[in-house]
């Protein structure tokens, strides 16, 4: 996922981008907090769930819920990949929230990964689009794996 602004705003932030990513994106708790903030809007997923009935509250539980939603977004093609990224963005803001030391952490490209305190990154953009996609794999398991960790 590039999201130019964010790329700009880390480097205004930071010049010196190291290679492994931006340096203080996940070790500037300011930064980190601002980071988090924005990736948790995921507004069109809650719009979409909020419209079935489900209040996304940031919880594991919440994740279990969304993987039992008919997959109305496989009928819009322009929509899919939106909710699929959108579906990313929840399941490494529930990870990050509520999985001991995981943290965002953003490539120089602007992609963002979790990066748990074992030093394992989640794709959890890909395992979102994966989701939207093909309902597989669920959020809840992506969950499961990380918090095992």
């Known amino acids: 996922m590039n999201i130019p602004f964010l790329d700009n705003w880390l480097k205004r932030q930071d010049p010196a981008a190291e290679e492994g990513g931006f340096p203080g994106a996940d070790t500037d708790p300011e930064r980190s907090a601002a980071i988090a903030e924005l990736f948790s809007e995921c507004e069109l997923l809650r719009v979409r769930a909020e419209r079935l009935g489900l209040e996304l509250d940031d919880t594991p539980d919440s994740l279990a819920a969304l993987d039992q939603l008919p997959p109305r977004w496989r009928d819009d093609p322009e929509e899919l ?15 990050v929230r509520t999985v001991p030391g995981a943290v965002w952490h953003i490539w120089p490209g602007g992609h ?3 990066r748990l305190a074992s030093g ?9 689009l994966d989701w939207a996609v093909h309902g597989a794999p669920e959020l809840s398991q992506v969950y499961a794996e990380a918090a095992e960790a």
């Open 81 to 95: 990949p939106w909710v699929g990224n959108d579906a990313g963005l929840y399941l490494g803001t529930v990870i």
């Open 112 to 114: 963002p990964v979790v």
């Open 120 to 128: 394992r990154e989640i794709g959890v953009v890909e395992a979102g």
